[in-house]
Nanobody, 117 residues
Framework: QVQLVESGGGLVQPGGSLRLSCAAS????????MRWFRQAPGKERELVAT???????IYADSVKGRFTIHRDNAKNTVILQMNSLKPEDTAVYYC???????????WGRGTQVTVSS
């Protein structure tokens, strides 16, 4: 059974930091591209950051220079370090895995991030 479990969300003031973690099980982690999406109320789901199975990284323009994604293949974990948070970063953040060959995708249930003073 595949599971992606996000953690690390919460309430933070503008300018603050949060570290999101996604623990994967039931997949061959190093064959999967890992992605973080977010969805704010009333908005479409947005791709925030991607790290490929070969450590290629892409960020959304809105988070470049503030967010960092990295993966630990030994721990089957992908991390999203979020710095200099803004109110517009408020959303539910989702972890997703996409198999590099067969493109099968999996999703976590999400973790809420709220940036507010």
């Amino acid at each position: 059974q595949v599971q992606l479990v996000e953690s690390g969300g919460g309430l933070v003031q503008p300018g603050g930091s949060l570290r999101l973690s996604c623990a994967a099980s039931g997949i061959i982690f190093n064959l999967n591209h890992m992605r973080w999406f977010r969805q704010a109320p009333g908005k479409e789901r947005e791709l925030v950051a991607t790290i490929s199975n070969r450590d290629g990284i892409i960020y959304a323009d809105s988070v470049k220079g503030r967010f960092t994604i990295h993966r630990d293949n030994a721990k089957n974990t992908v991390i999203l370090q979020m710095n200099s948070l803004k109110p517009e970063d408020t959303a539910v953040y989702y972890c997703s895995a996409v198999h590099s060959l067969n493109k099968q995708s999996y999703w976590g249930r999400g973790t809420q991030v709220t940036v507010s003073s």
